[in-house]
Structure formats: C-alpha cells, structure tokens
C-alpha cells in the first residue's frame, strides 16, 4: 500500500500562485510514477501533470507553461508549481502514484485531495 497526502491548496486570486505538494509513504519502492489530476464542480477528474521514474515530466497541452511539476525521488514527494492562476482551475487537486512503468495515466493510489480556489 502506498499513502498519498496533499497540502498546499487555498483561495488565491486569477494571476497569483499556488503550490502544492504531495508526500508518499508505505511501499514508496513500488511507486513508478507519480502525478496530479484535477476535477472541477460537475466535471470529469482530468489529467494535470506526471512525473516518470525516468525523470521525464508530461502534462495537459492546456497547462504547458503555467504549471511546473518537480520530484524528489529521495523523499518521495512531488511538487505542482501553479502560476498564472485563472477561476477555471478552481478544482480539487488530486495526487495519484501507479505501480506500473508504463501505465502513466491511470494511477494505483489517490490522496484525499485539496481544494484550490481561484477568485476573480
């Protein structure tokens, strides 16, 4: 088993930053990669972010370039850098771990998840 636990959410306003971040712990040796997925009000959860075991980063084309997604292999935590924010972010933010090398989308284990809040 592998535990999620987020932190950094909140209300901030359309423009500013947030930052969130993610720490594993239990069978963190299983974990290949670890991401961020998001699900706004009456919406689908949708894919944010992920970081590969290899080190390779990928994202939502929609979100290149204003979200920044950092590992630390030694710690087992990842970081969500989100700047530029705008009302349409407003969603829980959820963090995700796969045990599979090759499945970078569909997550093994899931956070709680922490609500960001963007005001306009």
């Known amino acids: 088993q592998v535990q999620l636990v987020e932190s950094g959410g909140g209300l901030v306003q359309a423009g500013g930053s947030l930052r969130l971040s993610c720490s594993a712990s239990?069978?963190?040796?299983?974990?290949?990669?670890m991401g961020w997925f998001r699900q706004a009000p009456g919406k689908e959860r949708e894919f944010v972010a992920g970081?590969?075991?290899?080190?390779?980063?990928y994202y939502a084309d929609a979100l290149k370039g204003r979200f920044t997604i950092s590992r630390d292999y030694g710690q087992n935590t990842i970081d969500l850098q989100m700047n530029s924010l705008k009302p349409e972010d407003t969603a829980v933010y959820y963090c995700?771990?796969?045990?599979?090398?090759?499945?970078?989308?569909?997550?093994?284990?899931w956070g709680q998840g922490t609500q960001v809040t963007v005001s306009s």
């Open positions: 239990g069978r963190t040796s299983s974990v290949y990669t």
């Open positions: 970081a590969r075991s290899t080190g390779n980063t």
């Open positions: 995700g771990a796969s045990t599979s090398y090759f499945r970078i989308y569909n997550f093994d284990y």
